[in-house]
T-cell receptor, first 114, second 113 residues
């Protein structure tokens, strides 16, 4: 079974801190994704990566950056955390090859910015 | 741009009731369509998918048919169980989008015994 592991289930940080969310997948997937999930808004794509060191902006990249130095690891960085970044963050991965390859999700990190 | 609209919840049903969650979409080209499910405290799991018009996806008693003429992909189940209580997301992937998914806002289903 594919496993996508997010480093923390719950995280509390302060405004202005630099925050790192880590995601690791164990199935050699090319594609990795970061979403945030908010009530009434569903899932919104922040960034995605289709190869090591490659990244593309999603729908809401402002205030975030990402790093993919190794194929299995995709990090989301909040450069200077703000209260409006309090949310549930979900990481996902998939093989290349189009729609026959579903995205596999981690269990999420619930981040609170105080 | 691409968009997915699904019925707002919450939906509350009794065990063994019939379930329909409506989903319609707007997309260029010929998207693939998905239903994902999120159980409490977990991430999303793929429930079913359909990649071309008139395809029917099915899994765990759930079904959805890709209707191009009505741009719809409604989720149905003939007899729901308490264990089906979850949030259901409709999503599409449009060709050439680097496999990005566009999600609906989710529908919370609660099934009572």
């Amino acid at each position: 079974d594919v496993k996508v592991t997010q480093s923390s289930r719950y995280l509390v940080k302060r405004t202005g801190e630099k925050v790192f969310l880590e995601c690791v997948q164990d199935m050699d997937h090319e594609n990795m994704f970061w979403y945030r999930q908010d009530p009434g808004l569903g899932l919104r794509l922040i960034y995605f990566s289709y190869d090591v060191k490659m990244k593309e902006k999603g729908d809401i990249p402002e205030g975030y950056s990402v790093s993919r130095e190794k194929k299995e690891r995709f990090s989301l960085i909040l450069e200077s955390a703000s209260t409006n970044q309090t949310s549930m963050y979900l990481c996902a991965s998939s093989l290349s090859g189009g729609s026959n390859q579903p995205q596999h999700f981690g269990d999420g990190t619930r981040l609170s910015i105080l | 741009g691409n968009s997915v609209t699904q019925m707002e919840g919450p939906v509350t049903l009794s065990e063994e009731a019939f379930l329909t969650i409506n989903c319609t979409y707007t997309a260029t080209g010929y998207p693939s369509l998905f239903w994902y499910v999120q159980y409490p405290g977990e991430g999303l799991q793929l429930l079913l998918k359909a990649t071309k018009a008139d395809d029917k996806g099915s899994n765990k008693g759930f079904e959805a048919t890709y209707r191009k003429e009505t741009t719809s992909f409604h989720l149905e189940k003939g007899s729901v169980q308490v264990s089906d209580s979850a949030v259901y997301f409709c999503a599409l992937e449009s060709g050439g989008s680097n496999y990005k998914l566009t999600f609906g806002k989710g529908t919370l289903l609660t099934v009572n015994p």
